[in-house]
């Protein structure tokens, strides 16, 4: 192989040259690769650096919002309107900033960026092959996201195992990084498996020699390997693994699964893999700026004060992921509080079966999250009705406001039909309605990326719950829908005691309601889990949390 040139030049047209670290897996899927890309991440801010960070993932969508929810886990949404794959909530929960849409690129945005190009002549006729313009996409997704950021260090998760044919066009974009921006600007990170053998009672190091093995047949030698199991790895496979993967063993990190994903920055630290790191970039050493994490850490594992059950009304029960954000942002907000948070998992499409009472009986708060279609949609309401009445803390969002709105219309403004659109459009009394820009796109059977996304400005009504929540009159967070409550119905609901709390600027939207009667009954429209963060919980699940305490007998430890 060629020996390679150091470059100069900067690919972000500043003085300043991005250093670019890339993350591979192998041995199979669901490692977490991107809880291992996100420590990284925040191992390296830890230090002083900026990072950014983005995901490849190798699927022909062009974006995560249309894949089922059930079986990919939840779609994250950025700042700008981006939905992507899950792994972007790892990232910003770890290194505690915003994304963007150039943070989460799938094939299908490759190739129709390329075939796009191609029927506007921008190629003036020549044949459009995978090497040269796919991997000179790619690499152009790379550095857009170097430019936009203007980070000192860009982390980007190839999604995937190496071996896969749908990922080869990544890999080979990654592997010609280094000719594009100098060796000494670019880092290979190999996370692969170490599985466990009953029969001889031993860890087998084969699946992971093999692993990087292909990924050395692909042209790239890893910087590091790190090694995924569930049992603790000794030196001497350690030493084994380093010595057929060809690297140093210093840069062979054993990462035994642990209680909290959150610890998982604090194992790197003591393997020195930010060192490593800072090292091989020849970046100025600094130590960690502050104790948070390691804090953080801490707190989650010493013994909680008091014990709180929730109920997630949910109807995407198969995978638990669908709901990873909320769950999340329930846990940072329990852990402000000082109580262990115990979930119960309520399938709404059984609770008319069981019975609001007895499904929820043993419960200190209710939360209704997201979702599509009209499947689960009776036995969300009865949770909403039965929070409401029997004053149990309830959090409502997106879906969560539009199922407490209509079981308002129904029980207490007597509105009998009461429903969605969504649900029934030939409800006499749609109190939640299609918004008027969203319909023309539902006719044309436009679903991907047409919805209502991203970041919204909200004006909050002062005395209310949600305005002591934030502590402000203005907010901005992230949505994710198409439909919204019928203005036709607004002093309807106002006049029987629903409080809207929350409106877009122009008064024409509505985002939040609650009840003044109740302990905390709060629905909004938007998706506030996604800027929840475990050191800065989400300001209405942390109000959230501290009235279900309040309101119940604590169950002490």
């Known amino acids: 192989m060629p020996k390679l040139k150091s470059r100069s030049r900067s690919t972000n047209n500043s003085k300043k040259q991005t250093k670019y670290i890339f993350v591979t897996g192998g041995v199979l899927s669901g490692l977490g690769k991107g809880i291992t890309a996100a420590s990284i991440g925040n191992i390296l801010k830890a230090r002083g650096f900026s990072v950014f960070m983005q995901k490849f993932d190798q699927y022909l969508n062009v974006d995560a919002g249309t894949l089922n929810p059930a079986e990919h886990g939840e779609v994250f949404v950025t700042d700008d309107g981006g939905e992507t794959d899950l792994d972007l909530g790892h990232y910003e929960r770890f290194i505690d900033v915003n994304l963007s849409r150039v943070s989460s690129v799938m094939t299908g945005q490759i190739y129709r960026s390329i075939l796009d190009k ?5 190629f003036l006729g020549k044949t459009i092959q995978v090497i040269p313009h796919v991997t000179d996409e790619v690499k152009e997704r790379i550095k857009k996201a170097a430019r936009e950021s203007q980070a000192d260090i860009l982390i980007t998760e190839i999604g995937g195992t190496v071996g896969d044919y749908e990922g080869t066009h990544f890999i080979e974009a990654i592997r010609q990084m280094v000719y594009d921006v100098g060796r000494e600007n670019v880092l290979y990170i190999h996370v692969g498996f170490v599985p466990y053998l009953a029969v001889s009672e031993e860890l087998k190091t084969k699946p992971l020699q093999n692993s990087v093995h292909d990924l050395q047949a692909m042209g790239i030698q890893p910087d590091v390997v790190i090694c995924r199991s569930d049992y603790p790895i000794r030196n001497g496979i350690i030493s084994k693994i380093a010595l057929f993967a060809g690297v140093d063993p210093d840069a062979v990190i054993p990462l035994e699964t642990v209680s909290t994903v959150y610890e998982v920055p604090l194992i790197l630290e003591r393997y020195n893999l930010d060192s490593f790191i800072i090292n091989k970039f020849q970046l100025k050493v ?10 953080l850490v801490a707190r989650i594992k010493k013994p ?10 949910g109807k995407y029960m198969g995978m638990k992921d669908t709901y990873l954000s909320v ?6 907000a329990a852990l402000f509080n000082d109580c262990e948070l115990h979930i ?20 200190d708060a209710i939360l209704v999250p997201g979702g599509f279609g009209k499947r689960g949609i009776e036995g969300k309401i009865l949770a909403a009705q039965y929070a409401r009445e029997k004053k149990i803390p309830y959090l409502g969002l997106c ?3 539009q199922i407490a709105v209509i079981e308002f219309a129904r029980n207490v403004c007597k509105l009998k039909d009461a429903n969605s659109m969504e649900f029934n459009p030939k409800a006499e009394h749609q109190v939640i309605y299609v918004m008027p820009e969203q319909e023309k796109k539902l006719l044309k059977r436009e679903y991907g990326g047409s919805m209502r996304l991203g970041a919204w400005q909200c004006i909050l009504k002062p005395g209310t719950k949600a305005q002591a929540a934030y502590g402000t009159d203005k907010i901005s967070e992230r949505h994710r829908h198409r439909y919204e409550v019928n203005n036709k119905y607004r002093k309807i609901l106002e006049a029987k005691g629903m409080v809207i709390s929350g409106t877009t600027p122009d008064k024409q939207l509505v985002e939040i309601v609650e009840y003044a009667d109740h302990p905390f009954f709060v629905g909004v429209q938007f998706h506030p889990e996604f800027k929840s963060r475990p050191l800065t919980p989400g300001p209405l699940f942390r109000e959230f949390i501290k009235a279900a305490l309040a309101r119940s007998k604590p169950r002490k430890k």
């Open 286 to 295: 600094t130590q960690r700026k502050n104790g948070s994490w390691a804090n």
């Open 118 to 122: 191609e029927r506007a002549g921008y």
């Open 304 to 313: 909680k004060k008091n014990k709180l059950r929730l109920a997630l009304v």
């Open 399 to 401: 879906l969560g406001l």
């Open 327 to 332: 769950t999340e942002a329930l846990k940072s």
């Open 344 to 363: 119960e998992w309520v399938d709404s499409e059984k609770l008319p079966r069981r019975g609001a009472a007895e499904a929820l009986k043993n419960v």
